[in-house]
């Protein structure tokens, strides 16, 4: 005979709501289960919850605005109290913005609390995966995960770009053209994609209505739907951490979800959308006003799009003019084909990353663990190369505010980024290589010999040495904790042949490991402590 446990009977209003609910969902397994999860202690891993609150905020922000924005091109006069452009026709999209800047009660401290939220949503996402990709926390089982945080960055991008061209003014209307050049770009189609998507001839009609529900309904719902699955990959995988003693073994230093890392949590929240309202209150930030109604006819040079995008207007602007010719009674602009393929193939690449380290590799095996970014000098060079290409676009796009600035001729600064888009990228590799294997031997040293104390002594024999301080537990291990990876050996396939494939994938991984300084052994570490090389040794 068996005998059934009641569930706790909750009493009151609340409690008979409560226990309705979880007899019919289990809920309170779910949020036990859910509450138990460890959470690293580690300020790196705070970077994804930045931006987990950060589009928090977006959300908040963005519902009061679509109260009083409208989403139209139709034309206005503005007869608002900014007197300099009182009179002059503009979209009632820019009417309305300038509306909430100046006659909405807290309309401009939103509008500016909205965008840089968005800043720092794309800013917080970026140096979340850039975290990730250096300490190796994309590798098996997370890679699915690395491509869903990168899309994630993706969406956000274009999330951005799509509210910064929302009011309809000149520098939005600039960004709208270089997108719309771009587009006529393709070759074939490109035409007829700008004529669709504009509504007619550019600027259209139609654009700011499309892009306002891009920006309020099918975006925001994907970047939900990719955060949630993101989360859930991330309780289901469990959280990777730094090496440290006995955390090989599962070990895990952190807080649980309930109650101690919920109520950090919801302080850190607070403290962000604080960050973002002193941003707000102190910093103008697309002063539409300044800027007026978009019109096509005047060059506005200085003119820049948010940092997010200036990759993008960079690597347009790095492109020798003159690409273009007539081929099949069509215009081939290779000046914009090839700024698109080498954009593409950059995003390509860094999405599927893990998945092309892993066939170098042929490392199968979970990781947990996470990398000290010096013990993996290939990939982390590799990263520094990435990183270094994608500034010098960046940079690219304000080359005529450099070239004011300085004074310098703007073709001598095109010219001087040109080189760099092709040779910073190598110097940083090779630069960031070096650094890392002489960190390696550094680290070496300090687990054989421990730190230099400054204090001589004189031995019986009459000899000087230097008493060396020695390293407590935790130090030597994050020292001495790397795997000792080896290249992938060539094998023949189940015919017996070695292919160019197997071959080609061989020296891949001779490369990734090449020049890699093999940890320290634990015999290494013992002979050193028995001849007197290594103070308070195991």
């Not at 589009?55 to 900014?82: C, E, H, K, R």
């Not at 010098?392 to 505010?401: E, K």
Request: aromatic residues 14%; proline residues 5%.
């Amino acid at each position: 005979m068996t005998t059934e446990i009641p569930r706790l009977q909750r009493t009151g209003f609340t409690g008979a709501a409560a226990n309705y609910i979880d007899e019919r969902t289990s809920i309170s397994a779910v949020v036990k289960e859910f509450g138990r999860k460890i959470f690293p202690d580690h300020w790196s891993f705070l970077l994804g919850e930045v931006a987990l609150y950060s589009f928090v905020v977006i959300l908040l922000s963005g519902t009061f605005l679509t109260f009083f924005f409208q989403a139209s091109m139709t034309d206005t006069v503005y007869n608002g109290p900014w007197v300099p452009l009182d009179g002059i026709h503009m979209s009632a999209a820019l009417n309305s913005t300038l509306q909430i800047s100046f006659e909405v009660r807290g309309g401009l401290l939103v509008r500016q609390i909205h965008h840089w939220a968005a800043l720092l949503f794309v800013a917080a996402i970026g140096l979340h995966m850039l975290r990730i990709f250096f300490t190796g926390a994309f590798r098996k089982p997370r890679e699915l995960n690395w491509v869903i945080g990168f899309t994630l960055f993706i969406l956000a991008m274009a999330e951005g770009f799509t509210g910064y061209s929302l009011p309809d003014d000149l520098l939005s209307g600039n960004g709208l053209a270089i997108i719309n050049g771009m587009i006529k770009g393709v070759p074939l189609v490109g035409t007829w994609i700008s004529y669709l998507l504009f509504g007619g001839l550019f600027p259209g009609t139609a654009i700011v209505g499309r892009l306002y529900t891009l920006h309020i309904l099918l975006l925001p719902a994907l970047v939900l739907a990719f955060i949630a699955i993101h989360l859930v990959f991330v309780v289901v995988h469990k959280h990777t951490q730094f090496a440290g003693p006995g955390r090989t073994q599962g070990n895990v230093v952190g807080y649980p979800i309930l109650p101690v890392y919920a109520a950090k949590a919801g302080g850190f929240f607070f403290i962000v959308f604080g960050v973002i309202v002193l941003l707000a209150t102190f910093f103008t930030i697309n002063p539409v006003w300044l800027y007026g109604p978009f019109d096509p006819s005047p060059i506005s040079a200085g003119t820049q799009p948010d940092w997010y995008i200036g990759f993008a207007d960079g690597m347009l602007r790095l492109i020798p003019p003159h690409w273009e010719f007539v081929w099949l009674n069509r215009t081939w602009s290779f000046n914009i084909i090839v700024p698109i393929l080498i954009l593409g193939l950059f995003i390509v690449i860094v999405m599927f990353y893990p998945l092309i380290e892993g066939w170098i590799t042929g490392d199968k095996r979970e990781h947990h663990i996470l990398d000290r970014p010096r013990n993996q000098a290939t990939r982390t060079a590799i990263g520094a190369a990435g990183v270094t290409f994608y500034a010098v676009m960046w940079a690219a796009a304000s080359g005529d505010i450099i070239a004011t600035h300085f004074k310098f001729a703007v073709e001598g600064v095109t010219h001087v980024l040109q080189i760099l888009l092709i040779l910073g990228p190598v110097i940083a590799y090779f630069l960031t290589k070096r650094i890392c294997i002489a960190l390696q031997k550094k680290d070496r040293s300090l687990a054989l010999h421990g730190y230099e104390s400054g204090r001589i002594v004189r031995l019986a024999g009459g000899e000087y040495v230097e008493v060396h301080q020695p390293l407590d537990e935790y130090e030597r291990w994050r020292l001495v904790s790397q795997e000792a990876d080896k290249p992938v050996i060539v094998r023949p396939d189940s015919r017996g042949r070695i292919t160019g494939g197997r071959r080609f994938r061989a020296s891949l991984s001779r490369w990734f490991f090449d020049d890699r300084i093999e940890p320290l052994s634990q015999a290494e570490i013992d002979a050193a402590s028995h001849h007197g090389e290594l103070e308070g040794g195991h």
